[in-house]
């Protein structure tokens, strides 16, 4: 039973926000920084944040040449341009609000290999592309950059071509959310971890949000829980993703130095200091990899080391140092949900694999909703 000084003055909220990940922390941020009387509570089920965003790689990504040709596709040029405007926003609003110190930007530009195997008849469609974006970055922003293949120490024979997207850059993830958890409490948000919500209940004047047994209340509610949101919300369209993320030991006389993507985005990897960070593969086991549970997929992690050895450091010894995965939410017209869904409960979830950048975007946008 509360007592009534825990009834008193740690249950009632102006708002509150499910979801300790970029989006949620984000929203605390976007609400506290408008109105600093606001009272403002984060509920996370995790010890950690324990979804996408301290799981993730750490690229800014803004959208690789393939992906955005095959997002045109299914999405409409509209839709792309508006997407690729906003992870452009996000990533600003991000670098802004924390500093590029404190959450380890670099701006070192985002390279899509074409493999020796690969059709490469999209790389037709990169002057169209950039005439796309021209209207909003006001310069061409992909580029052929097949000079650089052996800088890095790829083989020519395995790599054909490479595409530079110059405005993409990559954080460090641990750096970046530490920041922001830094930042919230810095304002004045209070955060609560090994909170999980299990039912929310929303009367004529107030929200109540049930955690680990204690109702807490509120004016407002923002549910921030991307891939794990239908155990809130059964009936919402999205699907869940599992990634897998290697680490290498420092290897000396490493030559990459950015971010590099290839199988339209499916595989990743960066250097990260002298290490290599290297995830993806969902698409070889789509269906093994449609969970919410954490966990390693070795038929995966054997197909990274491969490329490891044959494409991206081919004839260096390295070393494994850590594997990991994270859980990412997906939907067939890859939007993400920024949605009113009752008078006082707001959703900003589905961020499609992508919401590093985009993620203090959705954030704003469900604010200026609310
Ligand atoms: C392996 C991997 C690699 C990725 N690489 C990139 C990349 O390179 N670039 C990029 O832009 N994006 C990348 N992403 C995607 C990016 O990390 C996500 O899009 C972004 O972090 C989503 O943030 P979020 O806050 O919306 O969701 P999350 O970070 O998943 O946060 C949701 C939070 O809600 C909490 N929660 C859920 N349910 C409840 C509940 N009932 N009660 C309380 N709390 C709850 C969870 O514990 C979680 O902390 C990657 C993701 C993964 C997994």
């Not at 959208?63 to 990533?91: C, F, P, T, W, Y």
């Not at 595989?267 to 969970?291: A, M, P, S, V, W």
Request: charged share 20%; with cysteine.
């Amino acid at each position: 039973m509360l007592s009534f000084w825990e009834k008193n003055s740690l249950i009632n909220y102006d708002s509150i926000i499910i979801g300790a990940g970029i989006t949620g922390l984000s929203v605390a941020c976007e609400l506290k920084e408008r109105n600093p009387q606001m009272n403002i509570l984060v509920l996370e089920r995790g010890i950690l944040p324990s979804g996408a965003s301290t799981k993730n790689a750490g690229f800014a990504c803004i959208g690789s040449l393939s992906e955005n040709l095959h997002d045109i596709s299914v999405m409409g040029e509209e839709a792309l341009v508006n997407l690729v405007k906003n992870r452009h926003q996000g990533l600003q609003l991000l670098r802004n609000r924390l500093g590029d110190e404190a959450i380890g930007y670099i701006g070192s530009g985002g390279y899509e290999l074409i493999l020796k195997d690969q059709d490469d008849t999209f790389l037709n469609k990169m002057e169209y592309m950039n005439n796309l974006l021209f209207p909003y970055f006001l310069k061409n922003i992909f580029s052929l950059c097949n000079y650089k293949i052996n800088s890095f120490g790829f083989s020519t024979k395995s790599v054909k071509a490479m595409i530079l997207n110059s405005e993409e850059g990559q954080i460090d993830t641990g750096k970046m959310i530490h920041s922001l958890w830094n930042y919230c409490q810095k304002i004045g948000v209070k955060i609560i971890t090994g909170a999980l919500v299990s039912s929310i209940h929303e009367t004529e004047n107030k929200i109540e949000v049930l955690a680990n047994e204690i109702e807490f209340k509120s004016s407002q509610l923002f549910i921030c829980t991307n891939a794990f949101t239908k155990t809130l919300l059964p009936n919402i369209e999205l699907t869940p993703g599992r990634g897998q993320v290697i680490a290498t030991k420092p290897i000396q006389n490493l030559k990459l130095n950015g971010s590099y993507f290839f199988d339209d985005g499916f595989f990743y990897f960066k250097n990260f200091e002298n290490r290599i960070i290297f995830g993806g593969g969902r698409n070889l086991q789509f269906e093994e990899e449609r969970t919410t549970e954490f966990g390693s997929n070795q038929f995966i992690l054997d197909k990274l080391n491969y490329y490891l050895k044959t494409l991206i450091i081919p004839n260096q010894e390295y070393e494994i140092d850590h594997s990991w995965s994270g859980i990412m939410a997906f939907s067939e017209n890859k939007l993400p949900l920024v949605k009113k869904i009752s008078e006082r409960q707001f959703l900003g979830v589905r961020l499609n694999g992508m919401g590093v950048a985009l993620g203090s975007k959705i954030a704003k946008d469900l604010v200026d909703l609310a």
